[in-house]
């Protein structure tokens, strides 16, 4: 997660810490309107939509898409099915949060 409470005035270096902040090399803001800030602050930075920003289906996930998310997070209250509709409904990668015997059963079935 990265991005902040309010949209902030950014130097170089301030850009250069959000492009350093987040899991890994990409940023997941919370909501939508956090996407447009890191676009203009740090654009090449890999936006991936987080769950916090309510991503249930297909047309959601392809708002964050043309929003500039490369990967989504779809919400933790999505069926096997529901996901599986989601990733066959937008252009935007699929993540999802999944745990225990459901992960291990259904992991060869809807692993591609």
Known sequence: MCGGQSELKF?????SKLESSGNGNECKPLNV???SLIQRVAPNLPIHGSTQMSITSPEGAEFARE????RVVVGRELSIRDI???????GAEVEAFVHGRVL?????QYSH
């Open 11 to 15: 130097s170089g270096e301030g850009q």
């Open 33 to 35: 309107g956090l996407v």
């Open 67 to 70: 929003l500039g998310c490369k």
């Open 84 to 90: 599986a509709a989601v990733r066959a409904g937008t």
């Open 104 to 108: 291990h059963e259904n992991y060869t």
